[in-house]
């Protein structure tokens, strides 16, 4: 099933069209949401939701653009809402926990999340990424986008402009500062890693 059968079968509401839909895209959704929210249990919830979301808008979807630039964009969007909501969280359960008695163990269990290891990482470079990927954390949250759908999903920054919806120049100037703020935060780590 091509692209545009692909989008004529989920208008239809063909379960076929689902399947095909989720087995082509269900791995870079998935990898692309993780990078961003670094929870693998968060990156399954809101990668169904990304398929949710592209099932229930497939009427708007004019076909004007790129089917996977689409959902790249959902996905991205989906990651973001539930990143920040999770760190909204975090910040007030640490308001709270300011002006409550309890205990700094469970304190710190809220605050720092669980070791973050991509599934694309062999296991020989895995505390390297864990280095990396706090690092992309970090980044703003434009800056992370352009980062990840370049760096780890391998899009093109002409793909990157029609997902992020802006132009070849602004992909060009996030990823240049997203290099200058990676390869500041990181140089301590290397030059460590050296002596």
Excluded: C
């Excluded at 309890?102 to 020989?124: I, S, T, Y």
């Excluded at 990927?133 to 759908?149: E, G, S, Y």
């Amino acid at each position: 099933m091509d692209v545009p059968e692909l989008i004529s079968g989920l208008q239809r509401g063909d379960p076929g069209a689902f399947r095909q839909l989720v087995e082509t895209y269900q791995q870079r959704v998935y990898n692309t949401v993780l990078t961003i929210v670094r929870q693998p249990e968060d990156a399954e919830d809101v990668a169904q939701e990304v398929f949710i979301q592209v099932v229930e808008s497939i009427q708007s979807f004019g076909g004007d653009g790129k089917l996977t630039a689409w959902i790249y964009r959902i996905a991205t969007t989906k990651a973001l809402e539930a990143y920040r909501k999770k760190h909204a969280r975090k910040r007030f359960a640490f308001v709270m926990s300011l002006f409550s008695t309890d205990d700094q163990a469970g304190l710190n269990d809220r605050l720092h999340p669980v070791d973050f290891v991509h599934p694309g990482v062999k296991l020989e470079q895995q505390e390297r990424s864990k280095v990396l990927f706090a690092a992309i954390a970090r980044l703003p949250d434009q800056q992370k986008i352009a980062f990840t759908l370049h760096q780890l999903e391998g899009l093109s920054y002409q793909e990157i402009t029609e997902v992020m919806q802006v132009s070849l120049s602004s992909v060009e100037s996030l990823m240049h500062r997203a290099k200058v703020n990676l390869r500041k935060w990181l140089r301590a780590y290397y030059d460590a890693d050296k002596a």
